[in-house]
């Protein structure tokens, strides 16, 4: 077989193994994403029959949105209409439910076993005290040296192994077909998904250039393996398909409940636009104005925060437009802080500010220590001979410091928060050429900084500016928790959004990009306006500010938000905890507690993606469902913005939205099962229990309420847009990749367009665009919005 045709082979047979993401950057991606060509009936039909995997919500789950009027009956009976189904829905419901899952033993459980033990050998990250052997030639090289010494496997010599994966697969394959052989890749590419999907992830990776991994050495190996245990390498059971008729019942019904949400959704809208327009408010500059992430979490703050004061927020992505890599100053690390689907064009350290060096060097010389500290002690643990005395002599501090984590969390919380912005109190970030290392090719042109920050109030449809603009990015805060980075910020890779944060409200302050914004974009920002970095903590609602080089002409103004910002805490808490006294220290408990499942929702019940002006959404409280980007198509003429917001956000939204849809509908293939039996291998995943196959998407915990009732409702992506119907169908005829997400079905395209009075249009595939029918909609159960509170006269 020729070595190019093979390469082929294995990439299109690992199209349907999405990317397993590390714990340290758990990116929330669409776990089918290989497969968006594709309409997304076809796909799911696809993972069912490879994988045994569900693909659409459980019949009780469909009950309970039936029950409840989440799936509105005219919209249901109309779906099954016009799809042959004329019998009651209750019927049709009582047939979905008599489905059995085909339940298929693994008849290579054997062989997977050995290929965990392997992979984890090889690609473990420094949880191992030894190394194992010959890593850097590469897996199947140091597999080859190896294999004559595993039992398991049978007696073998190596020079009987074939010297690369190439001529193994040729041997092995050379009787097969081209398409048997896309079959074999195929079935055992799916046989450990996490697995092999970690391997794709690592393919982009810097540990790839150490310690080599590809798919098609894992194959050569797993082949091989096979051979040895006389292992049938062809799959014996490839169809899956269960009942055709039950599959197009849990789609339509699946269409019933989006298409129900849309229409509370549109209805709530199109309320709004009206007394929006009816009641304008006068044009005044806000005492303050607030950039928050786009993320579901924000909806909720955002409100608090317009509540409180005479205050304007927006929506933006959160890695605020800077595509760049952080180097953190506590343990060295470049981390991604921007979305995995944009390169890094820029890296960003931590330098001094003026007149404190002698401060950093206090703070690097503590960091030092305690990475001195957590060394030894982990040395201490694991070597043989300091083992037992260590563990005894030092078991009665551990029980005390278990002691207090357990019964005194928030304390210990609070404690340990005092210094945890002392870093950024003394160092400020400084923006450099991705993999520029010399403090040469620190001067970025100042019109290049200033483009960045021209594009992040471009893409808001900023007009005004306030004495005071905080970029608010957001992570984070939970103890014993191996996928806190997926409750991190999306957008910024997985990473706080408060470094990107910080460097966009440097930049902005920066007196030459000003002038250039000034004289070359026309774009004048007020001498009085200053620029603050700020991060939402997401688990207790704080909002920290990093406000160390504030002048003094705005420290009175930033106290007064200060004392604000501790009463939108207090309000934020009560409401997303359902609790009325003492909410504050019940979400620092959460944050603390080294037991606690479940710190916070994260993303959970996101439904639709609104990219409008505030003004659209400012009275509404979404319950957390919506993602908000802020759009004005009144500055964006020629659509520009928008096809960015389109092209970036949007898809990422939609990665996010199809990640806790996998996850919620089959939580033990596409998600990451309990945490109550999880165990962190090689320090980049989790197995369940004591071995298979790497979890890939979100835990139990983070989805579901109680067994068989999930928090999160498993709905695809809505994306409202407020712009002309005419400029949207301009951008989708000039970006095939947008347009087949909508006509897959992967998102839903609805326009209100405003040269229409407001009108909106679905789009669907066969009908194109079509305007929403007068039928009116149930009211959609959400919890009241929250007054404004707009003083007489708005201080400067």
């Not at 489905?99 to 997977?112: F, S």
């Not at 049938?232 to 789609?251: A, R, W």
């Not at 996850?663 to 989790?686: A, E, L, P, R, Y």
Request: net charge neutral; with cysteine.
């Amino acid at each position: 077989m020729k070595l190019i045709n093979l390469k082929n082979q294995i990439e299109e047979a690992s199209k349907l193994i999405g990317n397993t993401w590390p714990l340290y950057s758990f990116v929330t991606s669409n776990p089918l994403s290989g497969y968006e060509q594709l309409p997304f009936s076809e796909a799911v039909s696809q993972a069912k029959q490879i994988l045994n995997a569900r693909v659409y919500p459980d019949a009780s789950i469909y009950r309970k949105a039936w029950e409840s009027e989440e799936i509105e009956k005219v919209e249901l009976v109309n779906i099954l209409k016009e799809n042959g189904f004329e019998a009651t829905p209750e019927s049709y419901l009582k047939q979905m439910e008599s489905e059995r899952p085909i339940q298929i033993l693994n008849q290579n459980h054997d062989l997977d076993r050995i290929m965990v033990k392997w992979l984890s050998a090889f690609m473990d990250e420094g949880l191992a005290e030894w190394e194992m052997p010959h890593k850097k030639s590469g897996f199947y090289k140091a597999w080859r040296q190896l294999a004559p010494y595993d039992a398991e496997i049978g007696k073998i010599q190596r020079k009987d192994i074939p010297k690369t994966s190439d001529e193994a697969l040729s041997e092995i394959l050379s009787g097969y077909s081209e398409q048997e052989v896309l079959t074999i890749f195929t079935h055992q590419l799916a046989a450990l998904p996490g697995w092999t999907g970690y391997i794709k992830h690592r393919s982009t990776q810097a540990w790839q250039e150490a310690y080599p991994i590809e798919l098609k050495d894992y194959l050569a190996v797993r082949l091989l393996t096979a051979k040895q245990l006389k292992k049938e390498i062809f799959p014996l059971v490839i169809e899956n398909k269960g009942d055709s008729e039950i599959m197009k019942l849990q789609y339509l019904w699946l269409m019933a409940w989006e298409q129900s949400w849309q229409k509370r959704l549109m209805s709530h809208l199109e309320k709004e636009s009206i007394s929006t327009q009816k009641n304008q408010l006068y044009n005044h500059t806000p005492y303050a104005q607030f950039a928050f992430c786009i993320d579901t979490r924000s909806e909720l703050i955002r409100r608090h925060v317009e509540s409180t004061g005479d205050y304007e927020t927006f929506g933006y992505a959160g890695f605020f437009g800077i595509p760049m890599d952080y180097e953190s100053s506590k343990d060295g690390i470049s981390h991604k802080s921007c979305p995995p689907i944009v390169d890094s064009c820029y890296s960003v350290t931590e330098l001094a500010q003026n007149n404190k060096s002698d401060e950093k060097k206090v703070q690097d010389r503590k960091n030092e220590v305690r990475k001195f500290w957590n060394y030894f002690l982990k040395r201490m643990k694991n070597m043989l001979p300091s083992t037992f005395g260590f563990v005894e002599g030092s078991g009665f501090f551990y029980g005390m410091q278990l002691l207090i984590r357990t019964i005194a969390p928030a304390p210990l919380y609070r404690f340990s928060q005092r210094n945890n912005s002392r870093y950024e109190s003394v160092c400020e970030p400084q923006l450099h050429q991705s993999n520029w290392g010399n403090e040469q090719n620190l001067n970025i042109p100042a019109e290049e900084k200033a483009t960045i920050v021209k594009s992040a109030f471009e893409l808001m449809g900023w007009k005004q500016f306030a004495p005071l603009i905080l970029f608010v990015g957001h992570g984070s805060h939970s103890a014993n928790n191996p996928f806190g980075s997926s409750l991190d910020c999306g957008a910024c890779a997985a990473s706080p959004g408060r470094h990107n944060a910080r460097m966009l409200a440097k930049l902005a302050n920066d007196s030459e990009v000003r002038h250039i914004l000034k004289e070359k974009f026309q774009m004048e920002i007020p001498e009085t306006t200053f620029f603050l970095g700020a991060e939402h903590n997401t688990t207790t609602d704080e909002i920290v500010l990093f406000d160390s080089s504030l002048p003094e002409s705005h420290q009175k103004q930033v106290e007064a938000l200060k004392k604000n910002l501790q009463k939108v805490q207090e309000t934020a808490t009560q409401e997303r905890l359902g609790a009325t006294r003492n909410s504050i220290s019940h979400a620092q408990t959460n944050a603390s507690n080294w037991g606690e499942t479940r710190p916070e929702w994260g993303l959970a019940k996101n439904a639709s993606f609104i990219i409008a002006p505030r003004k659209a959404t400012q009275n509404l409280a979404l319950d957390g469902r919506s993602f908000l980007h802020s759009y004005d198509w009144k500055t964006d003429k020629e659509g520009h913005v928008l096809e960015t917001i389109m092209q970036g956000p949007m898809v990422v939204t939609q990665w996010i939205n199809n990640h806790y849809y996998f996850s919620t509908v089959d939580n033990d293939k596409f998600g990451g099962g309990t945490k109550v039996t999880h165990n962190i291998t090689g320090k980049f995943g989790v197995v369940q229990g004591n071995g298979g196959d790497l979890k890939t998407g979100l835990p139990w915990e983070s989805l579901y309420t109680f067994k068989d009732e999930p928090y999160h409702p498993p709905l695809r992506l809505s994306v409202v847009i407020q712009a002309p119907l005419n400029q949207v169908k301009s951008i989708l005829a000039k970006n095939d990749n947008l347009k087949a997400l909508a006509d897959n079905e992967w998102i839903y395209l609805i326009v209100m367009d405003p040269l229409e009075g407001e009108t909106f249009h679905r789009y669907q595939k066969s009908k194109g665009w079509v305007p929403n029918s007068d039928e009116k909609a149930a009211p959609m159960k959400m919890k009241p919005t929250l007054r404004k509170n707009i003083p007489e006269e708005v201080p400067v």
